[in-house]
């Protein structure tokens, strides 16, 4: 059950997937939000985001509100079980 | 990987705290906004109760209730555009007839009661309107739900104590300190 994720336990990718996972698994988060949540640049944001879509632990979506393109990122069922398992390992490390 | 118990610590903290503000900007994100514009109709609406006539409280009063829905509505829209959620649109329909039942019952209680001026009436309106923003706290959020007792209180001090400058209190107090509770939250998150 505990395993270490590399790609999660980078700092900002980290705090995305614990902001995410905060969130009920049908909510989605437009991107400005999580950049002020996360306190990141826009460019920062979007290079984490997209590392952890290619690894499957969240979804994009990008649609047209208002005529105009957004991006809401939302965790997978994946990511969160993925989540769930780092900081399961994490706690065994200090438990050691 | 190999980590050490302190990399493993902080890991575990900044999940905690990014977790705890997550929650923090979705419960008190609506709350500061209610709290300003409310703040801002009571600080207007009251202080021209207080020194002006009759005749234009009516219609100033009026006048701010319609900009205030309206505004709420935008402020409202516009927040539910940042998290998009299914569970939402069925909420949303939930408080409103709350709301609108509540007004309802405020109405038939005015009604029932025949309050004999208009501060007694006022006051009723402040306790049904700081119950329903009790409710809205404790159904979406406990941490929004001590200044709803606060105000109610400042209502009842300022009703009994200080009959004659009951609305410049409720403008000053009630609703100054909603603003400057609102303008708090909002700078924590």
């Not at chain 1, 905060?22 to 990141?40: C, G, K, P």
């Amino acid at each position: 059950m505990a395993k270490f994720n590399k790609l999660i336990h980078q700092n900002i990718r980290l705090r995305i997937m614990a902001a995410l996972t905060t969130l009920e698994s049908t909510d989605e988060v437009d991107f400005t939000y999580l950049r002020d949540l996360l306190e990141v640049t826009d460019g920062n944001l979007g290079a984490h985001l997209r590392k952890l879509e290619e690894a499957g632990y969240i979804a994009i979506n990008k649609p047209f509100v208002d005529r105009k393109p957004r991006s809401f990122a939302c965790s997978t069922d994946e990511g969160r079980k993925v989540f769930k398992e780092h900081v399961a390992a994490l706690e065994s490390i200090l438990k050691e | 990987m190999d980590i050490s118990q302190t990399e493993a610590e902080e890991a575990l903290d900044a999940i905690q705290s990014m977790a705890e503000k997550t929650r923090r900007s979705i419960a008190e994100g609506g709350t500061y906004i209610t709290l300003i514009l409310t703040g801002v109709i009571w600080l207007l609406g009251f202080m021209a109760t207080q020194f002006l006539s009759t005749n234009i409280i009516g219609y100033i009063w009026g006048g701010l209730s319609i900009l205030g829905t309206i505004l709420g509505f935008v402020m409202g829209f516009r927040r539910s555009k940042q998290i998009r959620s299914p569970l939402t649109i069925q909420m949303v329909r939930r408080v409103g007839i709350f709301w609108l039942i509540l007004v309802l019952f405020c109405l038939a209680v005015i009604f029932v009661a025949q309050p004999a001026d208009g501060k007694r009436a006022v006051l009723l309106i402040i306790l049904f309107i700081m119950l329903g923003q009790m409710a809205m706290g404790l159904l979406l959020s406990f941490s929004t739900v001590w200044w709803t007792l606060l105000i109610a209180g400042l209502a009842l001090v300022g009703y009994f104590l200080f009959p004659d400058i009951f609305y410049l209190w409720m403008s000053i107090l009630g609703g100054g300190g909603m603003i400057v509770f609102g303008l708090y939250i909002r700078s924590r998150w």
